[in-house]
Every structure is written in structure tokens, then in C-alpha cells.
Nanobody, 128 residues
Framework: QVPLVESGGGSVQAGGSLRLACATPAEYSARRYCLAWFRQRPGKQREGVAA????????FYADSVKGRFTISLNRRRNTLYLEMNNLKPEDTASYTC????????????????????WGQGTQVTVSS
């Protein structure tokens, strides 16, 4: 099991911002991996919200977060970030980072099927 460790969750009011971080193994920066953030809202299935393919550093977003969330990889720190702005109560969820070898690239990057390694999750709560 490859360790992925998230941090940065917390509680914020609607309209606020949070930045999540996920410590990743160094090999993910050196090789062609897909890295992503997923979330699971109360009573909902897990959904992909943002992904990046390290081979070309392109990014993909769910429609619900486009223009508000930004995924980025700091190769020097081996850390994947999710910058979340203009947060809404419906963004309340447990957020998890994931990594995989992109076997379906460029398809299914926001789907569970593309990922083999998962973090433990960090809670984000947005109050109205």
C-alpha cells in the first residue's frame, strides 16, 4: 500500500477558502501517474472532483467545482494540493486523494476505476 496522507481539512463559512494537501511518494512526480481528489458527501457516492496527469500536467474538474477549485502538484515537496475557494455548504464532504497509473488516460480520470491508491480522507465542513 503506497501511503497518501491528506491534511488541511476543517470548518469554514460559505464563501470561504481551504487548501488541502496530500503527501505523495516521490515516484509520482517522476513517472506518469494520475493524481486526483475525490469527495464523499453525506448520503452520496464518492465522486471525483479534480485530477491531474503528471505526464503533461493537464487538469480535469467536475462541473460542480470548475472555477472554484484548483488542483496542483508541487514536485519539490511531493505534495498534491486542492485549493478550494468560494466554498458552498454542498461542498461539505470527506475529501480523499488518490493515485493511479492512468491506464484509461485520457478517459475516466474522475472515476474510481483509474486509481489504485487512496488516502484516509480529511473532513471539510462548510456552514451557511
Amino acid at each position: 500500500q503506497v501511503p497518501l496522507v491528506e491534511s488541511g481539512g476543517g470548518s469554514v463559512q460559505a464563501g470561504g477558502s481551504l487548501r488541502l494537501a496530500c503527501a505523495t511518494p516521490a515516484e509520482y512526480s517522476a513517472r506518469r501517474y494520475c493524481l486526483a481528489w475525490f469527495r464523499q458527501r453525506p448520503g452520496k457516492q464518492r465522486e471525483g472532483v479534480a485530477a491531474t496527469y503528471t505526464g503533461v500536467d493537464n487538469t480535469f474538474y467536475a462541473d460542480s467545482v470548475k472555477g472554484r477549485f484548483t488542483i496542483s502538484l508541487n514536485r519539490r515537496r511531493n505534495t498534491l494540493y486542492l485549493e478550494m475557494n468560494n466554498l458552498k455548504p454542498e461542498d461539505t464532504a470527506s475529501y480523499t486523494c488518490a493515485a493511479g497509473k492512468c491506464q484509461y488516460y485520457p478517459n475516466f480520470l474522475l472515476s474510481d476505476v483509474s486509481y489504485d491508491y487512496w488516502g484516509q480522507g480529511t473532513q471539510v465542513t462548510v456552514s451557511s
